[in-house]
């Protein structure tokens, strides 16, 4: 019996149906339009494109150009690759010109229906990103569909890592734009580092179209892009909370071996109070649960864990003053890793050795909050809707679902389940052989690369030729799939390697040509794709008549969007093919939910070696179990997300302050508003308000104005004057250090003072910030132990960061307006002085480098074929002879240690 869902669902058509068919008018609209746009001359549609542009700037909106603008761009395509859209490829282009996700099957061609779009947002001007997974893809896109655009009269860029600094801005300044994730969200990083505007890369985020969209705003959006940069020298702070973990009581601390944490009581933390307070680390009055003390309390955790969870000899070694990792599993050395968050340094303070510095964050953004910075976003992808809930929640992105071109003929098997992963491998080689016998293409694709090497492993001892492909090379990898479809041809693949090619039955005409002609110069181009068209088409009459492509799958992804991926690589376009899985107990998702069950069923019916079970119901519980997985990590990434959006709504306020102050022309106001907000503060602090002149800290103020803005004069004296209130002193206060601000701005000269007022407020932003994400990753870490004492870590954390950046911007305040009331211009005799300071340091750099220095000790000569890692190599040295590494110390004192 259908339920109430499904009866209406057949009435009404379901949500999607409906969005497909209420753009059926426009796309008959567009089509109506061909014949007048086929009459066009070449310059004909550039003129169209000049007029569209116009009729946009004069405030025609997109959606009412959109059907000229769509059947122009279809006739460019048509003349420059020979390519005329299909109308589902319309449709696609229409929905995300609306904002939303086109989910279009493999081998529909994303790739040109992203030029409809991209043409009609960049008639505004504003330029138009096209993101895709790797640089490969983005210079053979922007290559390609390159072509459609200057047939448009648009231009076309593309962006890659190591690119010089014109090449990179003229391609930002093109109409449309295409780039990887990485590098497009490492530009806004670097931009809102740079000093001045002209500097900048990118002119604003207007429209972007994120090919492949669930990799990169869900697999890869696990991971924040960091810039980072080293710490300032922070050696004493080491040393000096290293001291007191010795003086620790065991009822001062509690330790968590298994997840390696460690953490203080409540006597621990009074304690530490106390010692701090003595050191002058912590200042007088404040507490260890301040947020000022978050980087204290995180560095003060890193002494604990350094003493009390990280033994020598057993996690790490000593060896020629460095600290050396041990691997936990294997027992080697880990030469040049080191652990983070300043952990390493706390060892290094603990042993005693060289403390190096630590890399700190310079900007760091997630793609969620970078891709969400754009006026509109749309993406393409063959596989979204079964994430469609994120990309709503997460990008306000809607789901459609793109009709294809020709009726899907693949055929898929319900899975294939065996007992052991031995017996699934062999029933995989087997169903290999039997393809390959009859000449059909297969694609198998599995989840890790050491899967994917050891199948390879498994083919060569049977004789059966293949390729591996794994995401390493992206040209290679484009190669390989690209010859996936041939005759007989036997391809392994990790699931998401070579994404964004199309596996073309009887292989791809296009790369056999471009080789051809690479290998033979002086071949006719025409005469060599005759041929290899025509041997193409028999070669893909003998893949149709032998099934098309078949892909095995040897194991389900944890994510049903991979599986789906993989499987859709076969049936394109309409062509025949088929799709299996193949799975065992033994596989991780298998094994993690319930195989134990499974296996006890499959035992009383009485399974024989080798025999699988197929049924729908497995299919089903399999999908139940990945919609889990799924869900679970859609819950993380969502946290992370939370905790992320409370420092994006800072970077967001900081970014905008520097763009603001870069686009300036005078800074005065704002540096004034500092100044007299510092006064202000420094006012209420010393003479507080409804307060008795007898109460008041003259002399306080007076050192304070000295020190915080240069001014020297007579408060004590002020104060002592008839009738004079805070308010008179704020405003004498006001008016002298107007007075000596005037001063220097005459001395420096008016624009030089511009100039120094817009370089000492970036810098201070930039330091400031730096040390601010420092702190806020420092609290990251401590603040979710606050859930062992009932309180939300989130509503924490939002808290202390709040306040956290009150604190920079009254630092900020503080140190532009110190630094401004001390700059001076330098005398001439200083100038002189500089001069001959460089000048002497410049031929010291020169000269040759006196043979002054005591020779070293000559060291032990190492013992040929010695291999730290490897102690078969190390000869048979005795506990006290000199180690066979070459240290020059003892063997027992060495890798002795080890041995």
Known sequence: MLGLGTIAKKVFGTPNDRKVKSVRPLVEKINALEPQFQALSDEGIKAKTAELKE???GGESLEHVLPEAFANCREAARRALGLRAFDVQLMGGIFLHRGNIAEMRTGEGKTLVATFPAYLNALTGEGVHIVTVNDYLAKRDADWMGKVYAQLGMTTGVVYPFQSAEEKRAAYRCDVTYATNNELGFDYLRDNMRATIDDMMQRGHNFAIV???????????????????PSQDRSELYITLDKFIPELLDEHF??????RNATFTEAGNEFLEQRLWQAGVLPEGQTLYDPESTTIVHHVTQALRAHKLFQKDQHYIVRNGEIVLIDEFTGRMMQGRRLSDGLHQAIEAKEGVKIQPENVTLASVTFQNYFRLYDKLAGMTGTAET??????DIYRLGVVVVPTNKPIARKDD????YRTAREKYEAIIARIRKAHEKGQPILVGTTSIEKSEMLSEMLKKEAIPHNVLNARQHEQEAKIVAEAGRLGAVTI?????????DIQLGGNVEMRVLEELDANPGAHPDEVRARIEAEHAAEKAKVLEAGGLFVLASERHESRRIDNQLRGRSGRQGDPGRSSFYLSLEDDLMRIFGSDRLDKVLSSLGMKEGEAIIHPWVNKSLERAQAKVEGRNFDMRKQLLKFDDVMNDQRKVIFSQRLEIMEAEDLEEIVRDMRHQIIDDLVDDHLPPKSYPEQWNTEGLYAAAMEKLALDVPVIDWAKEEGVDQD???????????????????AFGAETMRQIEKQFLLQTIDSKWREHLVTLEHLRSVVGFRGYAQRDPLNEYKT???????NLLDGLREDVTQKLAQVRPMTEEEQQALFRQMTERQAALNAPVASTVAAEAPKQPVLAGFDENDPATWGDPGRNDPCPCGSGEKFKHCHGKLA
Not at 387 to 392: H, Q, S, V, Y
Not at 493 to 501: E, K, L, P
Not at 800 to 806: D, N, S
Request: glycine fraction near 6%; aromatic fraction near 6%; hydrophobic fraction near 40%.
């Open 55 to 57: 009729r946009v700037a």
């Open 211 to 229: 090919d492949e969209v669930d990799s990169i705003l869900i697999d890869e959006a696990r991971t924040p892009l960091i810039i980072s940069g």
């Open 254 to 259: 509690k330790l968590d071996e298994k997840q």
């Open 387 to 392: 994430e469609a809930e994120e990309f709503m």
């Open 414 to 417: 319900h899975d294939q389940v």
């Open 493 to 501: 693949a990790t699931n998401m390697a070579g994404r964004g090619t």
């Open 728 to 746: 008179a002193i704020r405003d004498r206060l006001y008016e002298a250090s107007d007075k000596l601000m005037a001063g220097k701005a005459e």
């Open 800 to 806: 202390e960061a709040f306040q956290l950046f009150e």
